[in-house]
């Protein structure tokens, strides 16, 4: 129940500390994976104190609540839950803060969390009686009902916090006075938000020290680090937290973009400079020169492990003289999402790779070794520190287990894996402003017009549509004229890949992962289509001709859902489909795409509230009333008719299989 201000405290002088950030993942089976890897990684890594997400409005609450149970009680960790208090009303602050106090739980990070959209839509949302709309509100109010009881941080940017999807008004001199009034309420320790460039984490750090007010002079700064886990997420989160990716950082990517294994390793490379880098700088750090650092993990471990190793962060136990004996096969990343049983249980006949080690009484000779009779006992699972680690780093069979989730996961990942969920924080969003939207996607009139949308995104003619942000890239260009068939129907896609065999994995179109390897991918299309076409496009798909060579997944907005594996009775077997794969020397064969209906599910419910989202970009009042309500009640309506579908070809060697079956 320690405070982490006081643990920092307790460090000795010009010592290192580090911390890791973990959210809620979206699934049952994800959160039950997650529990192995923060004991893992709590054993392995020693961090000073975690800290658990919480979701936009409340959404995660009790996901939030239930892993900072088992953060702070079962594995004695010194836990932080994050507070977001916009869309959050005095009862629901109240209900997490007592909730986090009987858990045992001292330190809260208050955030203000996403704007409140519904202000901006001309929605009523105080009718919740919300009281909160800045993070100041929410350390104000904790101070006065709590006192000192909690430990508060707050967030800083140290590039500049910018609204929305506009950095226009980026500025940190604009943030200081916001940031002052945080401090000299009541906050304990700042945490930045994630950042690659140096230069200005080091001017940010030298404003606050040296600042006028005196506020940050001994405050603890922890700077917030980000693992580079993939290509395109990094790429993604940058642009979405407006941090700055230097050039030459860029460039070190870029080189490897299309090896996700290459990536993560230039990835630790540079993280692990920019710690060495804030490790030695000159600038005067809090309370005898501590240093820490804190690192969002997207709950995955490998990176992190690696990075905090390289840096000497990790904290040394005393006398420790552990080894690390691990199972005696190739190193290496693998994607195998099959679980395979664990170290076998050595024996008589144990090889030589697999020798049973056991304490020697102190009083023999240094080469003692087991009996027959003692190597004959089942050898318990090690679970030292050292070994600990290098399954956090995937080396050996153990490590594979430990990391089998360790290529790019989220949308079209396992929704086993521990890492699947809403790793962004912005919840169910367009990422932009209303005046955004409307300037982008205008005020649709009919079907067609939403039609016309989704045809200039694929002609490249808009950046964007609601549910993709970006245009289409190299690969998806490959099969833009059959989504533009689809496209012209009325079905309007929003995810899509082309069937892939066995090309080459340095192909600059299609390759990915190590050299010398094979890719392969099944077609795939996801859309939104009318009702009326949904029924007469499953009875073709579900045909005696068809059914053998397809699956898909299909919902509605009110949660209908039908699968290829449903039965007569409702019920369906939830079948797995890999659509990405490759094969690789000395490798086993890797899997970094798949689909199945719980991930499938999951995404659904958030596609649809896009809908909803959408429409209300059209609530807001003003001279362009009318014309706005007609959108809305369009879009509404369209919402409630359409179907989500996702279809998977198996046929990979056939190039056209998939868009001759959808479009003929």
């Not at 409005?57 to 149970?69: F, M, N, Q, R, V």
């Not at 509100?137 to 999807?165: M, N, S, W």
């Not at 693992?227 to 490897?256: F, N």
């Not at 894996?417 to 990422?431: C, Q, R």
């Amino acid at each position: 129940m320690e405070k982490i201000t006081t643990k920092i405290n307790a460090l000795p002088e010009g010592s290192n500390y580090f911390s890791l950030e973990f959210f809620p993942p979206k699934t049952t089976m994800g959160s039950s994976n997650l529990r192995a890897r923060l004991d893992r990684m709590s054993r392995a890594l020693r961090p000073l104190f975690v800290t658990v997400t919480w979701g936009a409005g409340g959404s995660t609450a009790t996901k939030s609540l239930e892993l900072a149970e088992l953060c702070q009680r079962e594995l004695g960790l010194t836990t932080c839950l994050h507070l977001t208090c916009t869309n959050m009303s005095k009862e629901l602050v109240d209900r997490a803060l007592e909730d986090a106090r009987s858990l045992g739980i001292r330190n809260i990070l208050a955030l203000r969390g996403d704007p409140p959209r519904g202000e901006e839509y001309g929605l009523d949302t105080n009718g919740g009686g919300v009281e909160f709309e800045w993070a100041i509100d929410l350390v104000q109010y904790i101070r006065k009902t709590y006192g000192d009881y909690f430990c508060i941080g707050v967030a800083a940017f140290p590039e500049g916090h910018a609204d929305e999807a506009d950095p226009a008004g980026q500025s940190l001199e604009h943030d200081l006075p916001y940031l002052v009034e945080k401090v000299q309420a009541g906050a304990d320790f700042i945490m930045t938000q994630l950042f690659f460039d140096v230069e200005a984490y080091d001017a940010f750090e030298k404003r606050l020290r040296t600042h006028e007010s005196g506020a940050f002079k001994t405050l603890p700064i922890i700077p917030g680090m980000m693992p580079i886990q993939s290509y395109q997420m990094i790429k993604r989160t940058t642009k979405l937290s407006h941090a700055k990716l230097p050039g030459d950082i860029v460039r070190r990517l870029d080189s490897v973009k299309g090896d996700d294994e290459m990536v993560k390793k230039v990835g630790v490379d540079i993280l692990s400079e920019i710690v060495e880098h804030i490790k030695e700088s000159s600038i005067a750090g809090p309370q005898g020169g501590r240093r820490g650092f804190h690192f969002y993990t997207l709950n995955l471990e490998k990176a992190v492990a690696f990075i905090l190793e390289r840096t000497n962060l990790i904290p040394p136990l005393p006398a420790e003289s552990e080894i690390a004996i691990l199972d005696p096969v190739p190193n290496g990343v693998v994607g195998s999402i099959h679980k395979r049983s664990g170290r076998r249980l050595s024996s008589v006949g144990s090889d030589p790779h697999d020798r049973i080690i056991i304490t020697a009484p102190k009083t023999e000779r240094p080469d003692f070794e087991a009996t027959a009779k003692e190597a004959g006992v089942p050898a318990e699972p090690i679970n030292s520190r050292a070994n600990t680690l290098a399954i956090s780093e995937g080396e050996g069979a153990l490590g594979r287990e430990a990391t089998w989730d360790d290529f790019p996961n989220g949308r079209w990942g396992d929704a086993r894996s521990p890492a699947y969920g809403e790793i962004d924080g912005y919840g169910v969003s367009l990422h932009m402003s209303v005046t955004q939207a409307i300037r982008l996607w205008g005020y649709p009139t009919s079907a067609s017009s939403i039609t016309e949308l989704f045809l200039k995104h694929i002609r490249g003619e808009i950046s964007g549509i609601p549910w993709s942000e970006e245009g289409l890239n190299e690969e998806t260009n490959t099969i833009k004229s059959q989504l533009m068939k689809l496209n012209q129907k009325g079905w309007w896609t929003v995810a899509s890949q082309p069937a892939v065999n066995g090309l080459r994995s340095d192909d600059q179109v299609f390759g990915w992962g190590p050299r010398n390897g094979f890719v392969f991918q099944k077609a795939f299309v996801e859309l939104f289509l009318p009702s009326s076409d949904w029924t007469a496009l499953k009875a073709k798909l579900m045909s005696e001709e068809h059914a053998s060579e397809v699956s898909f997944y299909a919902s509605n907005a009110k949660g209908d859902f039908i699968s290829s594996d449903t039965t007569p009775d409702g019920n369906g077997a939830g079948s797995t489909n890999a659509v990405t794969w490759g094969a690789f020397p000395g490798k086993e064969i890797i899997t970094p795409t798949i689909i199945e209906e719980v991930s499938f599910r999951a995404w659904a419910e958030e596609a649809f509230g896009i809908w909803r989202e959408w429409a209300n970009v059209y609530a807001a009042k003003g001279r362009e009333e009318e014309r706005g309500k007609a959108s809305k009640e369009l879009i509404e309506k369209i919402r409630d008719d359409v179907w989500l579908v996702n279809v998977i070809h198996h046929g990979y060697v056939e190039k056209e299989g998939l868009w001759e079956l959808l479009t003929s």
